[in-house]
Every structure is written in structure tokens, then in C-alpha cells.
């Protein structure tokens, strides 16, 4: 048991946030014309792994068995896999030499759409209000996107349980749970590219005002129309997708290049909050409406109420978002400071 707290949970917990951060911050600075795109590809990417791990999980569970010694193989085995991806990927990816600028025509930052904001350490970010405006930002769009992620098969069976015999209602569900997958990937990629081109602030206002609006058709349609009820959920797992991916470029607006790695590993912990508070609204509202024998989507009425309300405070709190002044020892234009990554590879030369 041991074993696998520490090894899976602490060890591969680790490992997983060093291997999601890393590239998006590496990303962003190939291409700092682009930095929605560039996160949006490699965080759709990790969204996409789960597509991946799932059913090859199984199957090798199919393979070994599910006793002692077959977890302990299929563990094993896909340890290896990850070794070889993850040593090809360390071999192939580099951190752009400082001040890199991409090989097109280069524009001055002042004309740049969105240019980066003036470069702040991981310690001074998180002593700026803006931090914790957009933390709670991405914690309560994050919260409404479990708020259907979480119950997804159980909501649809919910909704339209007369819809098909048993059988087919399993299926419908299933499909449903891989439909909002797909739209929560793909979210990650055409939302976060689009902010580039509309700004990071309007593509909020778009997750968290539509999504409170989507919610609030969720309680008022209930299960009249169908396909209303599907583009609904759909959307709503896109912008919870995108609110992932949009997030470290808004992070880059705000604070700069310098340590926006560290600063994005920071603002994560509104992603483990969001992931704790989620379940709680709605599993517990969820348990408590069916042992009191409230049947069909009036079982989310009130959970779905809470998210239109988190979404609307998190909506209040991006506008009060403001890119903060540069510290008062750092003469604007003139910042040279650089992060630890290129202070100890220059030490190392």
C-alpha cells in the first residue's frame, strides 16, 4: 500500500506536474507571436494522453490479469513505455537561447497584439492581486467544468431515462462521456488559439459569462430538446478545456517570460481545489436530492445553480484583472533579469 502511495500518488504526482508544465512554458517561448496556440497544443496534447492510457491500461490489465502480480506487470510495463517517450522528448526539447525571437517577420513588442507583461519572479507574482484574481478564475471555471465532467453518464441517464431500453441508454451515456472528452480537448486548442487574435481577458468572458448562461439553460430547458441539452454540455467542456489552456498565456501577459513556469506550477493549486470542490457540490447535492426521491434533472438544479453562481463571481473577478506595474527596481524596458534555467546553463559553459 505504501508502495503505491508514495510511488503512484507522491512520486507520480510529481512527475506529472514537472511534465505538464514544462513544455507549455517552453512552448510559449518559441513562439511568443502565438503563445494561446502554443499552449493549446500541448495541453490538448496532455488532455489527449487520457484517450491513450485508458483503453491501453486495460488491455494490458487483459493481458496480465488484475491480481497482485498482473497490476504489478502492467505498472512495469507501461513505466517502460513512459521512459522511452519521456528520454526522446528530453533529447528533442530545448529552451530557446534568451531574447530569441522567431524567424518571421519580427515586429516591434510594443506592436505585438498582446505582448508580454513586464517580467516578474514566482515571489513577487503571487504578492500581486492579479495572481489571486486569476486563481480564483481558473478554480471556479475548473468547478463548473466538473460540475458535468464529474456525473456525466449518470446526468445524461438522468435527463432522458425513457429515452431507449437500458441497454441502450448505457451506450447512449458512454457515448455521451466520449463526446464531451473530445469537446474538452479540442477546446483546448481552438479556444486558446483563438485568444491570441482577441486577447486573453474576452476569451474569459466568453468561459465564464456563456457558461454561466449555459448552465442557467441547463435548469430552465431541463430535458425538452435534446440536441439543445448535447450543444450545451459540449460547449461547457470546451471552455473548461480552453480555461486550462488559455491560462498560462494570460499568466505570460501578465508577468513576463521570467519564471512563468513557476508561476503557472503555483496557480495549479486552484486545479487541485477545483478538483476537491467540483465532486463535493455535485456528488453530495446529487446523493442528498436521490435519497430524498427527487427524480430527472431536478436532481442538478441546485448544484447547477451553485456553478452559474461561481462562474459569475469568477466572471467579476477577470475583469478586475489589471496587467501590474513593473517593480519599482526595474527600469521599464531595461529588465535583465533571467530565470535560473539561464543563469546555471551560462554557469555551466
Not at 193 to 216: E, F, P, Q
Not at 269 to 287: F, K, M, Q, R, Y
Request: hydrophobic letters at 50%; a positive charge; proline letters at 6%.
Amino acid at each position: 500500500m505504501w508502495l503505491v502511495i508514495l510511488g503512484y500518488s507522491v512520486l507520480g504526482g510529481i512527475g506529472l506536474g514537472i511534465g505538464y508544465i514544462s513544455p507549455v512554458s517552453t512552448l510559449m517561448k518559441w513562439f511568443p507571436d502565438k503563445p494561446g496556440m502554443a499552449t493549446g497544443f500541448a495541453i490538448m496534447g496532455f488532455g489527449g494522453g487520457a484517450l491513450i492510457a485508458s483503453p491501453w491500461s486495460s488491455q494490458l490489465m487483459k493481458w496480465f490479469g488484475t491480481d497482485r502480480h498482473g497490476l504489478a506487470a502492467t505498472f512495469f510495463v507501461m513505466a517502460l513505455v513512459y521512459v522511452v517517450l519521456m528520454s526522446v522528448g528530453v533529447l528533442l526539447i530545448r529552451v530557446p537561447p534568451h531574447e530569441w525571437d522567431p524567424p518571421i517577420v519580427r515586429v516591434a513588442a510594443s506592436k505585438m497584439p498582446h505582448a508580454a507583461g513586464p517580467d516578474r519572479t514566482a515571489n513577487e507574482a503571487i504578492k500581486t492581486p492579479q495572481f489571486w484574481l486569476l486563481w480564483i478564475v481558473l478554480c471556479f471555471n475548473v468547478t463548473a467544468g466538473i460540475g458535468i465532467l464529474e456525473r456525466a453518464a449518470p446526468i445524461y441517464r438522468d435527463y432522458f431515462p425513457h429515452a431507449a431500453s437500458p441497454a441502450a441508454l448505457t451506450a447512449a451515456a458512454a457515448g455521451f462521456v466520449a463526446m464531451l472528452s473530445l469537446a474538452n480537448s479540442l477546446g483546448r486548442l481552438l479556444w486558446s488559439t483563438a485568444s491570441d487574435a482577441v486577447g486573453r481577458k474576452n476569451m474569459y468572458r466568453l468561459y465564464l459569462g456563456v457558461g454561466a448562461m449555459l448552465y442557467a439553460v441547463l435548469i430552465v430547458a431541463q430535458n425538452a430538446s435534446k440536441p439543445l441539452f448535447l450543444v450545451v454540455c459540449i460547449l461547457l467542456l470546451s471552455f473548461y478545456g480552453a480555461g486550462f489552456a488559455t491560462v498560462p498565456a494570460y499568466l505570460r501577459d501578465l508577468f513576463g517570460y521570467l519564471e512563468v513556469g513557476a508561476i503557472h506550477g503555483r496557480l495549479l493549486t486552484a486545479w487541485s481545489t477545483a478538483g476537491v470542490l467540483g465532486p463535493v457540490i455535485v456528488n453530495a447535492i446529487a446523493d442528498n436530492r436521490i435519497a430524498a426521491h427527487v427524480v430527472g434533472p431536478e436532481r442538478y438544479r441546485w448544484s447547477f445553480t451553485i456553478m452559474v453562481i461561481l462562474l459569475l463571481i469568477g466572471m467579476l473577478c477577470n475583469e478586475l484583472i489589471r496587467t501590474p506595474r513593473p517593480p519599482s527596481f526595474v527600469v521599464a524596458g531595461m529588465d535583465t533579469r533571467k530565470p535560473a534555467s539561464v543563469i546555471s546553463g551560462e554557469a555551466g559553459q
